[in-house]
């Protein structure tokens, strides 16, 4: 099964919306395998965002994302790396759609709450980045049948 890479922003901890997002992708139906706090070092953050390096906001996105701890999750489930991209909403909070995370929760490109990886690829990268070896739990929640035909 699929996994994804979500991650709480440091402006997401500081407005006390951690149990919201988290919940939002519990009432979904996805499979939370991996959840620390974490204080993200410069050279992670740089890693992690290397895609956008040449962008101008770069120095910026790097400063925001080392600015206070960050919530590092796993989730699993049927095509859950675009269906969270979904919940999230666009990358731009005021072009999101209402009843995305973004869409309800933010109003900028620079303070959008969370990231979600864009391809299933990515996903594996990020959890290896993020999290070491055990840190990931596998486990079979009861709920299952009621969830999948
Ligand atoms: P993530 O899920 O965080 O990867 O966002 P995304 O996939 O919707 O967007 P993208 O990967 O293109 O950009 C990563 C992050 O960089 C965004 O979520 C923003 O936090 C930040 N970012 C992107 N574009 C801009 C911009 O034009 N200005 C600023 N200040 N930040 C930007
Ligand atoms: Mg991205």
Redesign the pocket.
Known sequence: VEETYI?I?PDGLQRGLVGEVISRFEKKGFLLKGLKLFQCPKELAEEH?K??KS????P??ID??TSGPVVCMVWEGVGVVASA?KL?G???PLQAEPGTI?GDLAV?????V?????SPENGQREIALWFKEGEVCQWTPTVGPWLRE
């Open positions: 991650m922003k965002y895609d956008l962008k101008n906001f770069f910026k996105l925001y994302i991209r999230i666009s990358t731009n973004r900028q490109t620079g303070r959008n969370v990231h979600g990886s864009d």
